[in-house]
């Protein structure tokens, strides 16, 4: 594939996941705003100049903008990106104030923020529960049938036939559940707990590494045990068995979003892994390669990291907003407008250095910056 064609197919797979994911979350924002009567004035998918749009019977500005790196729901009374009120809101008559976003109670304020990411997940949800009714849900039994001699499992006195029952206090239902937790955990210690004649064996494993190389070269490790299943089990479940390990399968990618945010703040992971947009548009053009079932499945957990992120308490992001909708809830009035300047300002400065800091590192993940350097020399 030439580089411009592969560039062009990276910004194609880049606007297919990111457009319907943003659209999904605000359109959660608008369905909450508009059941609580918050009148959406505006509904922008990406941002910047307007391409094209359309307003509705209801009033609402619907547009898709030039720049596909997010989008927003901007209800009546508010002005920018920290929804601060307008000072015209002050003057309006009680009716037309029950129809903005600050005249509704704070508990309906919270419900409209928190709808934009509690929707991605349910679209993940959605994702999973079609994988699982299309082929099967993941049953296979964590028994460990072999132990690769030499390997980390078989230095750390795991034996055939062990049951393994928790690894680090964590919870063990299936083989596969072991395998999503080893993809983050390379090279570190297990307090792994197994079954074995009737007793409960506690055991300590220093994971191995397994290096694989995605289609720019760069190196990803993930950890090993050397243990394999007697066979990978799909089943056919009930419509309450599949729902239960779709909400269990979104549930285990959070944590795994959480632990590995733990280990670049302590230092066990390096923060050169974060990755932005540009990494983002390589990895679904290489999904849209590999097929439709793996692109999806990208989106699923795309989708979970922007809720995840959303969550955070982060000024700007629906986080940020959730907080001090709290704050608010206890206090019995909103935090002085001061106050939730400055914070909204330090949020946009924290989210504008992140951003800029995860496209250095796609950019060095593409070896543009050793190039560089090669061009100086």
Request: without cysteine; hydrophobic residues 50%; glycine residues 12%.
């Amino acid at each position: 594939m030439s580089g411009l064609l592969s560039i062009l197919v990276a910004a194609a797979a880049f606007i297919a996941v990111i457009g319907p994911l943003v659209f999904v979350h605000e359109m959660g924002h608008y369905l909450a705003g508009r059941l609580f009567g918050a009148q959406a004035d505006m509904f922008s998918i990406g941002m910047g100049r307007e391409l094209f749009g359309w307003t509705d019977k209801r009033g609402t500005r619907w547009k898709v903008s030039a720049l596909p790196i997010g989008g927003y729901v901007k209800f009546r009374g508010d002005v920018g990106p920290a929804g601060e009120p307008d000072p015209a809101w002050q003057v309006l008559p009680p009716e037309e104030k029950a129809k903005t976003l600050q005249g509704k109670p704070v508990w309906q304020r919270f419900i409209i923020v928190a709808a934009g990411p509690l929707t991605n997940f349910l679209v993940a949800i959605a994702v999973y529960g079609a994988f699982f009714t299309a082929f099967g849900v993941p049953q296979t039994p964590p028994v460990v049938a072999t132990v690769l001699e030499g390997s980390a499992a078989a230095k750390g006195g795991m034996r055939r036939g062990d049951h393994i029952v928790s690894v680090d206090g964590r919870r063990i239902n299936t083989f596969e559940d072991i395998q999503l937790l080893l993809l983050i955990r390379a090279h570190q210690h297990l307090r792994v707990e197994v079954e074995r004649a009737g007793a409960t064996v506690p055991l300590d494993i220093f994971t191995d590494a397994i290096t694989e190389t995605d289609g720019n070269g760069g190196k990803i490790e993930r950890g090993l045990l050397g243990i394999r299943p007697a066979a990978l089990i799909h089943k056919p479940g009930t419509p309450i068995q599949i729902l239960d390990a779709s909400v269990s399968a979104v549930g285990d990618r959070v944590r795994m979003i959480a632990d590995v945010m733990g280990q670049i703040f302590t230092g066990q992971r390096s923060a050169k892994e974060l990755g932005g947009p540009l990494k983002i548009a390589q990895f679904a053009s290489q999904r849209v390669q590999l097929g439709l079932i793996d692109f999806v499945d990208l989106m699923a957990l795309i989708s979970i990291n922007l809720g995840f992120i959303n969550l955070l308490p982060i000024p700007l992001l629906d986080g940020g907003h959730l907080f001090f909708y709290l704050v608010e809830g206890v206090r019995r009035r909103p935090l002085p407008a001061q106050a939730q300047e400055w914070a909204f300002r330090s949020g946009l400065a924290l989210l504008l250095g992140f951003m800029l800091f995860v496209t250095v590192n796609d950019l060095a993940s593409f070896g543009l910056w050793t190039k560089l350097v090669g061009l100086i020399g």
